[in-house]
Structures are given as structure tokens and as C-alpha cells.
């Protein structure tokens, strides 16, 4: 790695970008409304574009983790984490098709105020709340961990100082701006985003020698790898897993949570929210391949230098290949500085988008029942204050994730898959079963949520299978202290120990023990958590509706339903649709035509008999 570090054009550059987002959240303060009430400060008086809320919903998931964690999985683990995609693609499907159409009409400001309105329950509105409060407070702890290591490892920036700089520029737009700097930030962050991932595509493409041969040395040393069909939920990554898996485990985020109903229920009409959800999977396509094929590309400039800088001791962690290689290849005047604001622009939309789902839920379910008679300038400070509360928050979690194993992109997911799964069995227990009752809706997401936070600790606890991936290192020079060798090949596995025998350096993968009981539920996928904590919190909660006596289903206001029968019939053929639909009418209309002839022969049989009696009568005067 240089050492350069950062020069004076990339701490200006740095700056300049990331400070941007706090001009943004002056002039939206001075503009407009000025953020004086709190349906502007929480969901931007609904009257926002269609471009920059796509762009917010995209980067509110796909964030400075995607920038290190996606590359980083394709560089230790081969291409098969792009399957992915298509899960997240088909996830953008359904909750579009199920999700928006059911909740945007109900003009929500809490997402969780669904819950209350349809169970007739406080409790379960509180329930997913609390949930939904901790889940996003961790998430933002990872958000805030992801770029901070890298500008430490790169800079030697301190990362107390890195965790508050993040903690502060959010609080400042967020607290001045509403949701509407959040949105426009949004969107310029994913831009610098979008920018950074394809600055190292292209500088790495380019120094192997063109994508063709990327591709065949990544063949050349095994990468190339999609097609692994083993059903077995213990394999970290399958191809069910990969699409069935992330698409269970994205529907809600993109179609039934805060983040998701609070940006597209600020559009003005239901239109403009299918619209803005389709086109972020456009973003959405663009992204994750540039940052699947960056790490590719990473990936083969190092094996073509003969040198991997993970198992040569340069770095501590596969999260620290990205800005290895921008400040080895790309350190001119400007470009670190605009690498590490992609990184931190990821962080600040993802943590921005977060303070403000976690305002308006706390707000409106916890704190607006206690203080609904004071004015609505108390409102709009409480959630000011709110904003500053959990700031502080996410930055004293950002703290607690110093030591995480793993990938970033792992940590994340599993945080997501384990509250995803109980807030995902909320809406399908409310949207699809109308005879579940308030006990059940509220007891399965606690069962859910408890046991997948159990095995999401669990399985650190559980070595599992390792998964042998060559790296080169037969140019190495003498790393940090750890590994050096000549004409050699490195294995790395997930469970590792170093041992060298006649000067070559290889990764010994330890004993793993079989896995049974406990031991194999811990080892469970992290892809499968949500899917897996859904399942559980519906079931429970059916069980628990038997046992305590179901709700009638005509109590339930259809509003608040989703009808499958509805759904599925876009999938009939429209001529048989038309034929169903048209076939009553056209035999009432062929009734009717008979009812009117057999009308008309009765007036002419009529008609002919009055005027056979008046010739009767007729006949009589004459004679």
C-alpha cells in the first residue's frame, strides 16, 4: 500500500462533498415550508419527485457496505453472490405488486400504525416498533463501521473521531432539513456512490487487460462459480438460498417497512410510488453489478501481480481490499478523496434514512399518544430532539461493531434477516389472514424475533464448512509480520491456521466438527434468517389464534387485506378474462332480447285482436 496517504486535494475533495450534505439541509430549512410542521419535517408534505425518491429507497439499503462488502465477497469467494440481484430484483416485484397498492392509501406516517388499525391492538403497533427501533439502530452501527475502518486503515484518521464526523453531518441536514434534504442527499450520495465503484472498475479492467481477461483469470483460479443447487440450509451460499432466500429477506424492506412506505408514501399519488419503486431496481441493477465486478477485477489485477495482500499480512480484512487497491492504483491527486467519499456518502444516506424512520416511528407510536394535545411547533421539536437522540445512538453503536467477524455484508444482512423475518410475519399474519387474532400477531414476531437473535449469535459460536479459494502469492515480499514465500499458492478457507513447511505458505483448514443439534441450527444460512423468521412467527401465531378463539373475518375492514384471488387473475390470460367477465352480461342481454320479442308479439297479437273486435263493432252499426 503507498505511503502517500491523503494529500491536501483529497482532504478539499473529501470535504467538499461530504459538507455538501449539510448545505442541503440549510436550504430546506430557509425554503419552502421551512420545516415548521412536522408532516413537512416527517414526509415532505407528500409532494415529492418521482427521480430523487427512487434514488433514496436505493441507497437507503445499498450503502458504503455494498462498496466494501459486495467486492470483498466476490474477491474471497468468486462470483456467485451475484445471484443475489435476481432475489432483490423479484423482491422489487412483489412489493410493488402486494405492498405499495395496500399501504399508500392509507397515508401512513408510522408504518406501524398499520398494525393498530388492523389488529384493533396498541400493543402489537409497540411490539413492532420496539423491534423495528433495534434493528435499525444496529444497522446503523454497521453503516457507521463500514467506512470508518477503511479511512483508518488508509489515512490513520482516528475512528472515534470518524464515528462522531458521520453521527454529526447526518444530526445537522437531518435536523434542519426533514426528510426532504434526507431524499436529495439521497440521491447526490448515490451518484458519488455510482461514481467511486465505477473509477475502480474501469482503472482495474484496464490493467489486466479488458474484461476478457479478467473473466479468464478469475476461470483460471476457480472464481467463476453460480450454479450450486444443494437444497441443504447450512451451505452459506446456494443458489436457492441466493434468490428465494434474498428475496423473502428483501420483500419487506422494499415494501413493508419505515424506510420504504416513508419515501414512497411522500409522493403524490399511488402511480408515482410504483414508478419510483421500479425505477430504483434500475439503480439497483446498475450498482450491484458494478460493485460484484469490481471485485472481479480486483481480484484478477492481483493474481496477475502474483501478490494477494490478505494473505500476505498487508491488511487485517477482506474489507480493507478496496481502498487497498485505490490507494496502490489510484493514488492521484483527488481520487482517494472521492473513494472515501463514495464510502461515506454510502454511510451518511444509509444513517440519514435511518434517523429519520427511527423519528417518525418513535414519534407518532411512542411519544405523540402522551403530548397529541400540545401544538404542532412542540411536535416539530420533540422529533428535532429525536434526531440528535438517536445520532448519538448510532454512533455509540458504531463503537460496539469494532470487533465483528466476518464480512460486513454479512453482518448486515444478518441484522436485517433476524428483526426482518418478525416484522415480515406482521404484515403477512395482517395482510393475508384475517382470522388471526391481536394475541397471535403479537406473540409469533416475539417468538420469531427471540429465537433467529439467538441463532444469529449461535453461529459464531460454530466453525463451519470451509470453503477452500486459492490466492496468489508467488511475488509476495515480506507482509506485516505474518506471511511471506516464493512460487506459492495460498488456500484460504473460513477456518483457518497458518503453518509453512519447506518455504511454502499455505492456509490449513481446521477440523470441523460434524454438525448436529444445536450445533447445525446455528450454522443455518444468514440468507435463510428472514425466510426462516417469518415462517415461525406465522405459524406461532396461527397457533395461538386456534387456541385463544379467531377473529370473524367480516370484523376486518377489507382496506386493510390483501386479496390473492385479486392479485393472481393478471396472471389469466385477458381472453378468458374477458370471456368470465362477459359471459353473465351477454346472457342477461340475450334474456333481455327475448323478454323484448316476446314484449312485441304480444303487442301485435294484441294490437291485431282490438282491431278484429273493432271490425266487430263496426259491422254491427252498419247492419
Not at 494473505?311 to 481502498?323: A, C, F, H
Not at 454510502?346 to 434517523?355: A, H, P, R, V
Not at 297479437?605 to 252498419?622: F, G, M, P
Request: with cysteine; charged share 15%; glycine share 8%.
Amino acid at each position: 500500500m503507498s505511503e502517500e496517504g491523503f494529500s491536501i486535494v483529497d482532504w478539499v475533495i473529501f470535504a467538499v462533498l461530504i459538507l455538501f450534505s449539510g448545505v442541503v439541509g440549510i436550504y430546506y430549512a430557509c425554503t419552502g415550508g421551512k420545516q415548521k410542521t412536522t408532516d413537512e419535517f416527517l414526509m415532505a408534505d407528500r409532494k415529492m419527485p418521482i427521480l430523487p425518491v427512487a434514488a433514496s429507497i436505493l441507497v437507503s439499503f445499498q450503502t458504503a457496505l455494498l462498496i466494501l462488502g459486495q467486492p470483498a465477497e466476490m474477491y474471497t469467494k468468486g462470483t456467485q453472490f451475484f445471484l443475489s440481484l435476481f432475489g432483490q430484483l423479484g423482491a422489487v416485484f412483489l412489493a410493488t405488486t402486494l405492498f405499495v397498492p395496500l399501504f399508500y392509501p392509507l397515508k401512513l406516517t408510522s408504518f406501524f400504525e398499520y398494525l393498530e388499525h388492523r389488529f384493533d391492538s396498541k400493543a402489537a403497533r409497540v411490539t413492532a416498533t420496539t423491534i423495528g427501533i433495534i434493528s435499525t439502530i444496529l444497522y446503523s452501527g454497521i453503516a457507521s463501521f463500514a467506512p470508518t475502518t477503511a479511512l483508518s486503515a488508509v489515512t490513520g484518521f482516528p475512528e472515534w473521531l470518524s464515528f462522531t464526523l458521520i453521527g454529526a453531518i447526518c444530526a445537522f441536514y437531518t435536523f434542519l432539513g426533514g426528510l426532504k434534504a434526507v431524499i436529495w442527499v439521497d440521491a447526490f450520495q448515490g451518484l458519488i456512490m455510482l461514481a467511486g465503484l465505477l473509477t475502480i472498475l474501469i482503472k482495474a479492467t484496464l490493467l489486466v487487460g479488458g474484461w476478457g481477461e479478467v473473466w479468464r483469470i478469475n476461470q483460471e483460479w476457480g472464481r467463476i462459480n453460480f450454479w450450486n443447487f444443494d437444497p441443504d440450509p447450512t451451505i452459506r451460499h446456494s443458489f436457492w438460498s441466493l434468490v428465494i432466500g434474498s428475496m423473502i429477506n428483501w420483500t419487506g424492506p422494499y415494501g413493508a417497512s419505515q424506510q420504504s412506505t416513508q419515501r414512497f408514501g411522500s409522493l403524490p399519488t399511488l402511480r408515482d410510488a410504483k414508478i419510483a419503486l421500479m425505477l430504483q431496481s434500475v439503480g439497483l441493477i446498475v450498482i450491484v453489478t458494478s460493485a460484484c465486478m469490481t471485485g472481479v477485477a480486483v481480484f484478477a489485477y492481483y493474481a496477475m501481480k502474483g501478490c494477494d495482500p490478505l494473505t500476505n499480512g498487508d491488511i487485517m480484512s477482506s474489507n480493507q481490499i478496496i481502498p487497498t487497491f485505490v490507494m496502490e492504483v489510484l493514488n492521484y491527486p483527488g481520487v482517494p478523496g472521492l473513494f472515501m467519499a463514495s464510502l461515506y456518502s454510502g454511510s451518511l444516506s444509509t444513517i440519514s434514512s435511518n434517523l429519520s424512520t427511527l423519528v417518525a416511528i418513535t414519534f407518532e407510536d411512542l411519544v405523540k399518544p402522551f403530548v397529541k394535545n400540545k401544538s404542532d411547533s412542540v411536535h416539530l421539536w420533540i422529533t428535532r430532539m429525536l434526531v440528535l437522540f438517536f445520532s448519538a445512538a448510532g454512533v455509540g453503536m458504531a463503537f460496539t461493531m469494532r470487533n465483528i467477524t466476518g464480512t460486513v455484508l454479512q453482518a448486515s444482512i444478518s441484522i436485517l434477516g433476524s428483526s426482518g423475518g418478525a416484522l415480515n410475519g406482521f404484515v403477512v399474519l395482517g395482510a393475508f389472514f384475517p382470522t388471526c387474532n391481536r394475541i397471535g400477531a403479537i406473540t409469533g414476531p416475539i417468538v420469531s424475533y427471540a429465537i433467529m437473535l439467538w441463532i444469529g449469535i449461535g453461529q459464531y459460536s460454530v466453525l463451519g464448512i470451509p470453503e477452500d479459494f486459492p490466492f496468489p502469492t508467488d511475488n509476495c515480499q515480506a507482509g506485516n509480520g505474518s506471511m511471506t514465500g516464493g512460487n506459492n499458492i495460498t488456500t484460504l478457507a473460513v477456518t483457518t491456521n497458518l503453518i509453512s513447511t519447506t518455504g511454502v505458505t499455505t492456509m490449513a483448514a481446521v477440523p470441523v466438527q460434524e454438525l448436529t443439534g444445536l450445533r447445525r441450527l446455528y450454522s443455518l444460512s444468514y440468507l435463510w434468517y428472514s425466510t426462516m423468521g417469518t415462517v415461525i412467527a406465522v405459524i406461532v401465531a396461527l397457533l395461538i389464534t386456534y387456541v385463544t378463539g379467531p377473529r370473524k373475518a367480516t370484523e376486518v375492514d377489507r382496506k386493510y387485506l390483501i386479496s390473492l384471488s385479486d392479485k393472481l387473475s393478471c396472471l389469466i390470460p385477458s381472453r378468458c378474462r374477458r370471456g368470465a367477465d362477459t359471459n353473465q352480461p351477454q346472457v342477461k342481454s340475450e334474456m333481455g332480447k327475448e323478454n323484448i320479442a316476446f314484449s312485441n308479439l304480444d303487442e301485435r297479437s294484441t294490437q291485431d285482436s282490438q282491431n278484429k273486435s273493432n271490425k266487430v263493432e263496426l259491422y254491427k252499426i252498419k247492419s
